[in-house]
């Protein structure tokens, strides 16, 4: 791993540091002028070099890994390539630094630059998202939810979430998770025909066991999630509405997915994922909810923020206002349906029949085949995904009937439909023998092939 690891060609740096100062200024906020160019370089030493030397196996562990996601077509939905530029800021000085408190009142000095990086972030995403309030201090979306938890609820109160198994999330309530031990948590699921969510269903359930939070979301739902009609039963039963964006947070920003924030109490995300920033949290909600969001976060969950992690979702933001990021988007939407319906013609089950996002669950029992041992077959033949529950599912989370397939990854590298069709020929070789490896090895060398022609952003 080298230099070139920070500098691919084909991964272009969208940092717009003239608009964005431009927006912040108009705001009100004090910015200073940005650094030069070659001042920045200075910043910025060849970090490769130095962890080899340092730390030998470390650094070889690092290139290993960075050839894997070179070599390698990921179709796990929750996870992307963050451009360099992103790269750059979160492996910057600011890990050094401890900033607990928000900006203009901390607990230690030195925060002159801090609070402008986050002042940053902050009015990016209020920019992106058109909310009137962000907090970009969480430390995932796991914690990011927790606050929601801790703004509005006490223990024992009762919480509503999509259940796990139909496509939810965790932190939703469910039973194995924090939140679904410390508070009366109440499920909702899919129709059994369709494996949609029946809005009627909720209505009823609400109406029935008055949750003083209604989440809506998850993390295996591939389609559009009907944001208005949530809002519509949580006013009703008095609920404060969440939305959880975590996996369509970049497709939100783009304006290909329908937006929660003019609707919702309170909006919760990942950074990464479809938004391609680091790995951290995020939490837009309204004015009026702002200080019970923000002292839920701190002093309430956590200490000093992840500044690295901030100045990351702050170039990731700068980049969402692009108009590349919204081709991007839409090419997201346009590869899972490509991949979709190859699939399908294939003879594969898909839940729902499709999907309206990056995201697809698939049912292998028609293939006779179980998820896991799809999902490790696969990966030796170079794709890698992830086994998955499907809804209904007879056989165990650990080892299950489905597996959940994303394009943001691969729309990242540039792939199209045209390789999405490939892809889906290769997923049916896997799954028809997924015990032959000399046809995985074969694959595997032809998926390195094509990768090679859709370099991944950040790896050599």
């Given at each position: 791993m080298g230099k070139a690891c920070l500098r691919s060609p084909r991964a272009p740096i969208l940092l717009r540091i003239s608009s964005g100062l431009a927006r912040h200024l108009r705001a009100g906020r004090r910015v200073e002028a940005a650094p030069k160019p070659d001042t920045l370089r200075r910043m910025h030493p060849d970090v490769a070099a130095s962890l080899a030397a340092t730390d030998p196996l470390l650094s070889s562990l690092i290139a290993q890994e960075e050839r894997r996601q070179r070599d390698k077509i990921r179709l796990i939905a929750s996870e992307n390539y963050a451009s360099e530029a992103v790269l750059a800021a979160t492996g910057s000085v600011l890990t050094n630094k401890y900033s607990e408190g928000y900006a203009g009142k901390r607990y230690y000095e030195g925060q002159q630059i801090v609070d402008q990086i986050e002042g940053l972030a902050i009015s990016r995403a209020k920019a992106v998202f058109g909310a009137e309030h962000a907090n970009v201090q969480p430390y995932s979306g796991s914690p990011a939810n927790l606050a929601v938890y801790?703004?509005?609820?006490?223990?024992?109160?009762?919480?509503?979430?999509?259940?796990?198994?139909?496509?939810?999330?965790?932190?939703?309530?469910?039973?194995?998770?924090?939140?679904?031990?410390?508070?009366?948590?109440?499920?909702?699921?899919?129709?059994?025909?369709?494996?949609?969510?029946?809005?009627?269903?909720?209505?009823?359930?609400?109406?029935?066991?008055?949750?003083?939070?209604?989440?809506?979301?998850?993390?295996?739902?591939?389609?559009?999630?009907?944001?208005?009609?949530?809002?519509?039963?949580?006013?009703?039963?008095?609920?404060?509405?969440?939305?959880?964006?975590?996996?369509?947070?970049?497709?939100?920003?783009?304006?290909?997915?329908?937006?929660?924030?003019?609707?919702?109490?309170?909006?919760?995300?990942?950074?990464?994922?479809?938004?391609?920033?680091?790995?951290?949290?995020?939490?837009?909600?309204?004015?009026?909810?702002?200080?019970?969001?923000?002292?839920?976060?701190?002093?309430?969950?956590?200490?000093?923020?992840?500044?690295?992690?901030?100045?990351?979702?702050?170039?990731?933001?700068?980049?969402?206002?692009?108009?590349?990021?919204?081709?991007?988007?839409?090419?997201i939407v346009k590869n899972a349906q490509a991949l979709a319906a190859a699939l399908t013609a294939r003879g594969f089950a898909l839940i729902t029949g499709g999907t309206d996002n990056h995201l697809i669950l698939a049912d292998l029992t028609p293939k006779n085949v179980p998820g896991k041992v799809a999902a490790k077959a696969l990966d030796a033949a170079g794709i890698v995904l992830n086994y998955n529950s499907i809804p209904f599912d007879p056989r165990k989370p650990f080892d299950p009937s489905g597996v959940r397939l994303g394009t943001a990854a691969v729309t990242t590298r540039g792939m199209k439909e045209a390789q999405m069709q490939q892809v889906a020929a290769w997923i049916d070789e896997v799954v028809q023998h997924p015990a032959d490896a000399a046809l995985h090895a074969r694959i595997a060398g032809e998926v390195a092939e094509l990768c090679q022609g859709f370099p991944a952003p950040g790896c050599a």
């Open positions: 801790f703004a509005f609820l006490k223990p024992g109160d009762t919480v509503m979430g999509m259940a796990l198994p139909a496509g939810g999330h965790l932190t939703h309530g469910w039973n194995v998770s924090i939140t679904g031990s410390f508070f009366r948590a109440v499920q909702y699921g899919v129709r059994k025909d369709t494996h949609r969510v029946d809005m009627d269903e909720v209505r009823d359930l609400a109406r029935k066991e008055r949750p003083k939070v209604l989440f809506a979301g998850g993390t295996a739902i591939p389609r559009t999630i009907d944001f208005p009609a949530y809002a519509e039963i949580a006013r009703e039963v008095g609920a404060v509405f969440v939305a959880d964006i975590a996996h369509i947070a970049g497709l939100v920003a783009a304006g290909v997915h329908p937006s929660p924030v003019p609707v919702a109490d309170v909006v919760s995300s990942t950074t990464h994922k479809t938004l391609r920033g680091p790995r951290g949290g995020m939490i837009l909600c309204k004015e009026a909810h702002a200080k019970a969001i923000d002292r839920a976060v701190f002093p309430g969950l956590q200490g000093g923020p992840h500044n690295h992690q901030t100045a990351g979702l702050a170039v990731a933001l700068a980049e969402a206002q692009t108009e590349a990021f919204k081709v991007y988007a839409a090419q």
